[in-house]
């Protein structure tokens, strides 16, 4: 996997798991009951999107979303299913799907008035217009998402977005512009020990001084990206196999479930079917004790009779003599 892809990967992450998180702090604690989604499975979407596994991410987060009753969900933790299927759309270059998706977050988050996941939205939707290489609709919201932040005093938004126009000013060769966003991304990225911010910015500096022919600092920001990606993959390897192991013991706890509830039930259809033995033993046998009592009755009536034929025919005999 290339550095562009793992960085590409890294901020469709942040656009979306920075709204998540940013949901789980502000709603009520009665909000939070209500969001019952299998948190392992959700991971290992995320996992698949930070990998590269676009279908998979996909599928998983459509999965997700399926299961979601919401009807019971609070709308913003539903603007961010959205968002994460959007960016698992804009991952495997399905644009259309992308931008429905964003769209249906944004709207939802317009209507709650919440600034910082409105900003995100912006974000998310500049970056699906830079990589289908529309400019300047990219940068239009890009600058949304930054004029919010700024106003948030959010310095991590800020920095990610400050990067972000920097990107869409490189492509463009504006590298004097580009230059300037870089800069002020990295100097934010500073203030926040922020890893992964200062690994996107030293590639994004080194391949700008590149372009402009400086190539002795291009290769210090190439060297300090070298250093900060080694770092992180091994962090991120860390990272991706405590996930697999939770969705593993999950997954194992769910079958496991499933089998006790296997179990019981087949423990209550073998207990149904010896109530269903013993019922139809005692049937029979009612059956069997009519049966003979309808047989001694029916003896006792054909005695009746010829006992009382016999006696006629004693009686005639009589009449005749006399």
């Known amino acids: 996997m290339n550095i562009q892809f793992y960085l590409t990967a890294l901020i469709i992450l942040f656009n979306t798991s920075y709204v998540i998180g940013q949901f789980n702090n502000d709603e ?13 499975f959700f991971e290992l979407g995320s996992k698949h999107l930070a990998t590269g596994n676009c279908d998979k991410a996909v599928f998983i987060f459509k999965q997700v979303i399926t299961k979601c009753d919401t009807s019971t ?10 968002n994460y299927l959007g960016g698992a759309y804009l991952c495997a270059n399905d644009f259309e799907n992308a931008l429905t998706f964003f769209t249906k977050a944004l709207e939802i988050r317009i209507s709650f008035k919440d600034s910082v996941q409105i900003a995100n939205s912006y974000s998310n939707i500049g970056l699906l217009h830079k990589k289908k290489r529309e400019s300047k609709k990219a940068l239009v919201y890009h600058q949304k998402a930054l004029d919010i932040f700024y106003t948030l005093s959010a310095k991590s938004g800020i920095a990610n977005e400050l990067n972000n126009i920097g990107d ?3 492509h463009l060769k504006e590298y004097e512009k580009a230059e300037t966003y870089f800069i002020e991304s990295n100097k934010l990225a500073i203030e926040m020990n922020d890893s992964e911010r200062l690994l996107d910015n030293h590639q994004d500096l080194a391949n700008n001084y590149f372009a402009k022919n400086q190539y002795k600092i291009a290769f210090e920001h190439f060297q300090s990206a070298q250093l900060l990606s080694d770092s992180l993959f091994k962090l991120h390897v860390l990272r991706l196999a405590e996930i697999q192991t939770r969705f593993n013991t999950k997954r194992q706890e769910q079958e496991n479930r499933i089998l006790m509830k296997e179990n019981e039930l087949k423990q209550k259809e073998i207990e149904s079917n010896k109530y269903k033995q013993y019922g139809l033993a005692v049937s029979l046998f009612l059956t069997l004790v009519l049966i003979v009592i309808f047989f ?27």
């Open 73 to 82: 969900k609070p709308n913003l933790y539903v603007s961010g299913l959205y």
């Open 296 to 322: 001694l009755n029916y003896i006792n009536y054909k005695k009746r009779k010829h006992e009382e034929t016999e006696k006629l025919i004693n009686e005639l005999k009589l009449l005749k003599a006399e």
């Open 168 to 170: 869409i000013y490189y």
């Open 28 to 40: 009520t604690e009665q909000s939070k009951k209500n969001i019952t989604f299998d948190t392992a």
